[in-house]
């Protein structure tokens, strides 16, 4: 990752971000210096042919047929340490993420957090160099996070679609 010539993007402890290429808009994430990387709330993890995944992103944690279903390539495997304590085996997928006016490809690794208030965590690597954080301030960029392209738009209830496969 290249260190940016520009002054760090102030942001809060809680923050909406965007997926762009899984068409994802306004996900509330929590934003944690204490974890080394981002995690994303997953159900239904599929693993497919070809070393890709597909999974249900639920967009909500009140209204659970808020989902969108996305396929990635995965990146790794890679042990973390959950918050519980215990080490796991975690898949690792690239995606783009936006906050704020900095967009960036991050590594997620998919996991149930369903018991945990936010969605998605973003930990120190996909921050490093470009964001400062405030952690009294909460939703700093505002509701809604400036889009560089209008082809993005917040994303809309979807139910899981019927699979042919097994999974």
Avoid at 125 to 150: C, E, Q, T
Wanted: net charge positive; aromatic share 4%.
């Amino acid at each position: 990752m290249k260190r940016s010539t520009t002054k760090p993007l102030v942001i809060g402890v809680t923050e909406y971000v965007d997926l762009p290429e899984w068409r994802i808009a306004r996900l509330r994430a929590k934003i944690d210096t204490g974890a080394r990387s981002s995690a994303l709330h997953v159900e239904n993890i599929c693993e497919l042919v070809s070393g890709r995944v597909r999974f249900d992103v639920r967009l909500s944690r009140n209204r659970s047929e808020r989902r969108v279903t996305v396929e990635a390539l995965v990146v790794r495997r890679g042990r973390v340490r959950a918050s519980n304590g215990e080490v796991e085996v975690r898949i690792f997928v690239a995606a783009r993420l936006r906050i704020g006016s900095v967009e960036r490809e991050i590594e997620l690794s998919l996991v149930d957090r369903g018991q945990m208030i936010f969605r998605m965590l973003i930990g120190r690597r996909a921050l490093a160099h470009d964001f400062l954080i405030d952690p009294s301030r909460r939703y700093l960029l505002g509701r809604s996070a400036p889009r560089k392209s209008s082809n993005l738009e917040p994303a809309t209830p979807k139910r899981a679609r019927e699979r042919p496969d097994a999974c």
